[in-house]
């Protein structure tokens, strides 16, 4: 018997299988559609080439240069002194002024030495007329002597007549009372003479010794007179006048300095890692040269020498002007390039090609190789004043392409293509080659890394 669906059943059973059917025709043209769907090439991958700078590397023997900061200074500052106490009546340069030797510097009243002058020559002329008055008594006390013993002889043969006459009993008593007091008083009078000429050569040494020292302040009041007018002992220039027309100055009291152009030196402290090296080199060579530029002109300096006394920071190195000293003063400051004694095998590259300090990177077949290097020192390098750095590998050959474009990302294998070929193969050997140059005053591209896809 066949059952009969009855309308509520049927709407159940539609509401089940309804869905069922919509998900079945939805899975079967997602499965039509990923079959037919058209096949698509993957894109090919392509390694990026960055464009770099390069340089040919030329290994030379170099000297590193050491910047040093120095003062101009000079041994033999010359302090002109008053020679005495004295009025200032003209004053004959000023601070900054170049002088020749002999020139007046300053001059002081001739009233305030001419009087004592004169008064040391009279005193002198005293002195020496005591000193003649002296040997005058001498030869009169001589003379005297011999008649002071003659007048003794006969005193005392008065003595003797007068004692043989009491004897006898003809003379009186007061008479050789008196006799004998005349030849007393004689004798008395022979020995004050003779006392008077032993002692003639001490009072002529004291009356000598009080001459010369009359005539040693003579010429010290000369030479104070004498150096009244200050003069130029040599060719230099003023650096201070400390009086002007009518000042006092008192005896030692500074009136004006000046140095000669000849002593000038630049003392520059030298950093202790270097003080071994130089003093080394200044026993082999016996002096270093240096250079300084002042404006548009450059000195050349030796180091002569290294200062006794160091401190924490370094030493004191004395260098000696080479070159005209004109244009240096007193209390100058000087940026100094010292030479370091020179090295074999040293390559001058841009500081912008060294990574990390003891990094560079050649150029090998396109890409980058890494090399460590050992950093010398700074160099100048062209006349247009362009640092250099000096390195030096075993690695490197002369000829080997030094990339000197500094990359951010710069690793070994890293892709890499020269800017201009053509300028790479002219490269010069020097240390300021070309393209250093180009790297210094090209466009705003050049030394940053380029994308080529």
Do not use: C
């Not at 020559?121 to 002296?134: G, H, Y």
């Amino acid at each position: 018997m066949i059952p009969i669906l009855r309308p509520r059943s049927v709407r159940t059973a539609l509401k089940i299988l309804l869905p069922i059917l919509v998900l079945a025709i939805g899975v079967g043209a997602f499965r039509v559609l990923k079959s037919t769907k058209p096949e698509q090439t993957p894109p090919a991958v392509q390694e990026r080439i960055w464009r770099v700078e390069v340089e040919r590397a030329t290994p030379q023997r170099l000297a590193p240069e050491l910047t040093l900061y120095g003062r101009v200074e000079t041994p033999d500052l010359l302090r002109a002194t008053a020679s005495a106490s004295a009025w200032v009546t003209e004053v004959e340069v000023r601070d900054g002024d170049r002088v020749a030797a002999g020139d007046v510097l300053v001059r002081l009243d001739a009233r305030d030495f001419l009087p004592r002058m004169a008064q040391a020559e009279a005193q002198i002329a005293e002195l020496e007329a005591q000193i003649d008055s002296e040997r005058n008594r001498y030869e009169t006390d001589k003379l005297a002597l011999e008649k002071e013993k003659r007048l003794l002889e006969l005193a005392r043969d008065a003595v003797a007549r007068q004692a043989r006459l009491k004897t006898q009993q003809v003379g009186a008593e007061q008479a050789l009372d008196e006799a004998e007091q005349a030849a007393v008083q004689q004798a008395l009078a022979v020995s004050n003479r003779e006392q008077s000429i032993a002692d003639h050569p001490t009072r002529l040494r004291a009356l000598e010794a009080r001459l010369a020292s009359n005539r040693a302040r003579l010429q010290e009041l000369e030479l104070e007179y004498e150096r009244a007018t200050l003069r130029a002992p040599y060719d230099g220039i003023v650096t201070d006048v400390a009086v002007t027309e009518g000042d006092q100055v008192s005896k030692g009291e500074v009136l004006a300095r000046m140095f000669a152009l000849d002593s000038l030196q630049v003392r520059a402290r030298i950093p202790a890692p270097y003080q071994a090296e130089l003093l080394t080199a200044l026993a082999g060579s016996g002096r270093l040269p240096a250079t300084a530029d002042i404006g548009d002109r450059r000195l050349e300096l030796h180091l002569d020498r290294i200062a006794g006394e160091a401190g924490p920071s370094g030493v004191d190195g004395l260098f000696h002007v080479a070159s005209d000293p004109a244009a240096l003063r007193l209390g100058q400051m000087l940026t100094l390039r010292l030479e370091r004694p020179a090295r074999d095998g040293v390559i001058a590259v841009p500081f912008r090609a060294v990574y990390g300090g003891g990094r560079i990177y050649k150029l090998e077949d396109g890409r980058m190789v890494g090399v460590d290097v050992e950093t010398l020192g700074e160099r100048s390098g062209d006349d247009a004043g362009a640092e250099r750095l000096l390195v030096r590998s075993p690695q490197i050959e002369a000829g080997d392409l030094i990339v000197t474009t500094h990359m951010p990302n710069a690793i070994d294998g890293l892709r890499v293509e020269t800017l201009d070929e053509g300028r790479v193969a002219k490269a010069p050997a020097g240390v300021g080659s070309s393209g250093a140059a180009a790297g210094a005053s090209g466009s705003p591209e050049v030394g940053k890394a380029q994308a080529v896809q």
